[in-house]
């Protein structure tokens, strides 16, 4: 049944292009920004919105009523919404993309259409390069050029296909070419801005912003980058360029002045900032990458916190900035702090040699301790993950003794007996209870058999959070970005039972992992559970992946106390004491 529900993309794609059409027929603005705010909505929502609307549930999600309920209904049963079929019969379609260019919108798209004939980007391309533009009134050279610029780019990104790229291939990249550029023009304000910047995990292209006098030597360094496979296009104030990775770079620049509206317009989410113009309206101001504009003119602001102060806003951080309470909240007052990396006191979760670990456990402990952690835990597999060198009753012990001398030998920092123990297919777990005792700390996970249906996967993870020895559920639905799907476990029954055990999930800053993602750790901390972020470091660099579980966790809105690892060891072990003690056990 599932393969015939129209996708939350399909139903987005639908509700934009009926805002769109509605818009350049002219209708009222309330109705226009509904279906706007509906598409965002349907295509932010992780779960199906055509198997809601079905259930009649469709309406418990924020910006969707009955009216619209029934069009995505409409939608599932018939393949088609009449209205929007109805407007399609007196608005040329094309004239939606048209109308999204910059600098034209839906007056303009009417005037094309109606003085040229044009119906589509396609014919538009053609009218330009004809010459016929100055048959219509409201096209000056300025329109004119950003046009051009613009039909230039959108047939480059065609041309281009760009994929999309993960967030931990990304995020390096972009902020190597931001520094770059710092670097090239002294003065300059460079930040990496876009969906990048809210930590999204995976991303079409690199939004990039500035702020200098120098618009044109920021340009020049950025075309020399060595990173940099050639140039798409290039204007005053914006330019494109392909990297070799595949992923585009889009640089806008603007004056330090307005700095903080531009950073602001452009880290987005576009349903953010739906939400921010509508607030602005209704105190008779619009917002733009340029200022905000009311009837005493426009003001222009360095910082992004200015933005947000002269709508009536607290700061927003860029991770939650995605339309899902977090305006409503900043709304009543100052936003509650989100866990940050230098809150991060110790890695609960790395390998070593002993397992799949690329170094032995000296020259991890030193690389953690390089980055002021107080504690390393060396959670290498357990006997069953045998292609990964999983210990077994033995080794453990062998590999004790090792961590017994490095302790000795060492005051700076706690290296914690700890393993990444698999929960077995049947749900058992792979060492028995007595050689569990002896660990400081137990992450379970699963490897194998994720194929499993979902009840049985989520008993199978259900039995080890009872399990009194464990510590965390590491990589919660064992997925890998573009390879595996997250396995079918239930979140919320995980969740439930790990608030009640006090067993901590964790999220996995592996850039291919991120697992628990972030709606799921939002589902988890609404739940009452707390989590671990862990780096599953395998090298020590890899210990560095502590930042994008951070980012994830950010995004979910957790603080650093709903993070276990902001705690120093000894407050971790009394906890984990507790616990242990909680089970009747010691
Ligand atoms: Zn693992
Ligand atoms: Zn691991």
Redesign the pocket.
Same mark, same amino acid.
């Given at each position: 049944m599932a393969g015939e529900l129209p996708t939350n993309a399909e139903i987005a794609d639908r509700f934009a292009l009926l805002g769109d059409l509605l818009e350049i027929e002219g209708a009222v603005r309330h109705r226009v920004l509904a279906y706007r705010r509906a598409a965002a909505r349907v295509r932010s929502t992780p779960a199906s919105v055509a198997a809601m609307a079905v259930a009649g549930r469709a309406t418990d999600l924020p910006d969707i009523g009955a009216t619209l309920q029934s069009k995505i209904a409409e939608l599932t049963e018939t393949g088609t919404i009449a209205a929007l079929d109805a407007i399609r019969e007196r608005v040329p379609e094309g004239l939606a993309a048209i109308a999204g260019l910059e600098g034209i919108g839906p007056k303009r798209a009417v005037a094309l259409w109606r003085d040229l004939g044009v119906t589509d980007v396609e014919q538009l391309a053609q009218a330009v390069a004809d010459g016929r533009l100055g048959e219509v009134s409201g096209f000056g050279p300025a329109t004119r050029d950003r046009l051009v610029e613009q039909l230039a780019q959108r047939a480059a990104r065609g041309a281009d296909h760009a994929e999309r790229i993960p967030l931990g291939r990304a995020l390096p990249l972009a902020e190597e070419i931001a520094a770059d550029l710092r670097a090239a023009v002294p003065g300059a304000r460079v930040e990496v801005a876009g969906s990048l910047r809210r930590g999204r995990e995976s991303v079409h292209d690199i939004d990039i912003v500035a702020a200098t006098d120098r618009p044109a030597a920021l340009q020049d360094a950025l075309a020399a980058n060595t990173a940099v496979e050639r140039v798409l296009s290039r204007g005053d104030a914006a330019m494109a360029v392909a990297t070799h990775v595949g992923v585009r770079i889009e640089l806008a620049i603007g004056p330090p002045g307005s700095f903080g509206n531009l950073l602001q317009h452009a880290t987005g989410s576009a349903a953010h900032n739906v939400r921010l113009r509508e607030l602005a309206v209704r105190r008779g101001l619009s917002v733009s990458q340029h200022g905000i504009a009311g009837p005493e003119g426009t003001a222009a602001m360095a910082d992004e916190d200015g933005v947000y102060a002269a709508l009536g806003l607290a700061p927003i951080p860029p991770e939650l900035r995605e339309d899902a309470g977090e305006i409503e909240a900043a709304q009543s007052g100052p936003l509650e702090p989100l866990v940050a990396l230098p809150d991060i006191r110790g890695e609960l /979760?790395s /390998?070593t040699t002993w397992s799949d670990g690329t170094l032995g456990v000296t020259a991890m402990v030193e690389a953690a301790r390089a980055l002021g952690y107080g504690y390393l835990a060396i +959670?290498d597999h357990s006997r069953s993950l045998a292609m990964a060198g999983g210990l077994d009753a033995d080794r453990v012990r062998r590999q004790w003794e090792e961590i017994d001398e490095e302790n000795a030998r060492r005051s700076d920092i706690t290296v914690l007996k700890a393993t990444?123990v698999d929960i077995l297919a049947d749900g058992r777990i792979d060492f028995d209870d007595e050689l569990l005792a002896g660990f400081d700390w137990v992450t379970a +996970?699963i490897h194998s058999a994720l194929t499993q249906d979902a009840e049985r996967i989520t008993r199978r993870v259900l039995a080890a959070v009872e399990s009194p020895f464990v510590d965390t559920i590491?990589h919660p639905t064992g997925r890998m970005l573009g390879r595996r799907d997250a396995a079918p476990v239930d979140i919320g029954r995980l969740a439930e039972a790990a608030a009640r055990t006090g067993t901590l999930l964790e999220i996995n800053g592996q850039p291919r992992r991120l697992d628990l993602d972030s709606q799921m750790a939002r589902r988890a901390l609404a739940a009452g559970a707390r989590l671990t972020i862990g780096a599953?470091a395998h090298s020590a660099e890899a210990l560095g992946y502590i930042r994008f579980g951070v980012l994830v966790a950010r995004r979910a809105g957790a603080r650093p106390d709903q993070v276990a690892n902001t705690a120093e060891w000894p407050a971790l072990a009394a906890a984990r004491a507790g616990r242990l003690r909680a089970a009747g056990l010691y």
């Open positions: /979760h /390998h +959670s990444e +996970s590491g599953d």
